[in-house]
């Protein structure tokens, strides 16, 4: 059997004609640039957000990018984020001439820990960290209404990384109870990547950025289009971060299934979930199965509230590259996410030394994403954990 990582042709069979009339209906209107496609799907995301405004950018990287630029960052400030995350969260940071700082995970969830965001802000006493940028990292929420209680008390910004987490929510207690809120939609603003292998991809690059303050999303607005106001006029510098009216298209009849696909994933992450505890009931298995932090209610049934959409499922394994190179034998696809900390990366490293991340070093020698895709079937799960059950045995 061969399983791949991700396969997109089981998604794009659904909608296969609908998107090729999209997009011939868009070349046909001559209209290239901006137009109706992307305000529709700003208007479509932000709803889904629960949110007042989406502004419509080029990836999930220049969402990011153009945020910082919104806040002012540049260089001599400081940005706090994760340093278990893909390279675009520090990149950004870098490229405007700011400097990372890092907050290690929890090594449950993958997530920032508050704990250690409320030391570092504590010791900011020059307040030189301009915003803090935590990541929901595989499509699960970090604990924001936490890193939302620290922030506010030091007035620093949230950016979201919501590039994994379109669609995640997170529970919110308050005095009437817990609210379920959006990924992206709890912070100053979230910022969404529409990479093919996210859970919303397009058909090539694009990219959003989600927020409820009316100015900020104008200066966004502003930001991705050179910063022009009015046209050829320029009080501030922006760059060229459209989103392409021909993904705004795809990504529009896209969307009308997102909740469908998270459904799918979560369905092949409980199927993961029980394989690998009826392996582990034969024999040992020196495999941990990723948690869902945040969940209401029991079983897989329909009363269970989990909100986790599984971008990735990542497990954490014992002699993992071993067990790696065992599964591409046996044709099973899986990845590495992130084989590095962000502060072991050379770019960094080349300059100073970053203090060690005792939970994320584990991690990057730890964890693997087996294959969870909507269209994976049964079997071939069954395959897998097979597969990696006998590579213990
Ligand atoms: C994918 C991703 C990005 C970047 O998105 P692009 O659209 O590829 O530029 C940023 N942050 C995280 C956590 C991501 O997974």
Redesign the pocket.
């Given at each position: 059997m061969n399983v791949p990582l991700l396969d997109l042709a089981p998604t794009l069979d659904e909608q296969r004609q609908e998107i090729i009339d999209a997009v011939t209906r868009i070349i046909d209107s001559t209209r290239y640039i901006q137009g109706p496609e992307v305000d529709e799907l700003e208007k479509e995301i932000a709803d889904y957000c629960g949110v007042d405004y989406g502004v419509g950018v080029s990836?999930?990287?220049?969402a990011?990018l153009v945020s910082l630029m919104a806040l002012d960052v540049g260089a001599g400030d400081l940005v706090l984020t994760t340093p278990y995350?893909?390279f675009?969260?520090m990149g950004v940071i870098l490229r405007l001439g700011a400097m990372p700082v890092f907050a290690d995970i929890d090594p449950v969830s993958f997530n920032i820990d508050p704990d250690r965001v409320a030391e570092i802000l504590a010791a900011d006493t020059e307040k030189r960290i301009k915003a803090v940028i935590p990541?929901h990292?595989y499509g699960q929420a970090a604990d924001m209404a936490r890193i939302l209680e620290i922030t506010a008390a030091h007035e620093v910004p949230v950016i979201e990384?919501a590039?994994?987490a379109i669609g995640t929510e997170y529970p919110f207690a308050g005095a009437a109870g817990v609210t379920w809120m959006k990924a992206g939609s709890m912070g100053l603003c979230g910022c969404f990547?529409?990479?093919p292998s996210?859970n919303l991809g397009a058909v090539g690059?694009?990219?959003m950025v989600v927020c409820r303050d009316a100015s900020f999303a104008h200066n966004l607005k502003l930001l991705r289009n050179h910063g022009g106001e009015p046209k050829y006029y320029h009080s501030m510098v922006g760059g060229n971060f459209r989103l392409d009216p021909i993904q705004a298209g795809v990504l529009r009849i896209k969307l009308k299934h997102l909740e469908k696909w998270h459904r799918q994933r979560r369905e092949n992450a409980e199927r993961y979930n029980q394989l690998f505890k009826d392996q582990a009931a034969r024999s040992e298995l020196p495999v941990t199965t990723p948690v869902s932090v945040y969940r209401e209610g029991s079983g897989a049934g329909a009363d269970l509230k989990n909100f986790h959409i599984y971008n990735q499922y990542v497990i954490r394994a014992d002699r993992r590259d071993r067990l790696r190179e065992w599964l591409q034998k046996k044709n099973v696809a899986t990845e590495i996410y992130y084989p590095l900390g962000l502060h072991q990366q050379e770019c960094l490293t080349r300059r100073f030394t970053p203090p060690p991340m005792p939970n994320t070093e584990k991690a990057a020698s730890e964890s693997l994403a087996l294959p969870i895709y909507p269209g994976l079937t049964p079997q071939m799960q069954e395959y897998v954990v097979k597969s990696v059950a006998d590579f213990y045995r």
């Open positions: 990836s999930g990287t220049d990011l995350s893909f675009a969260t990541v990292l990384d590039a994994q990547s529409f990479f996210k690059d694009g990219g």
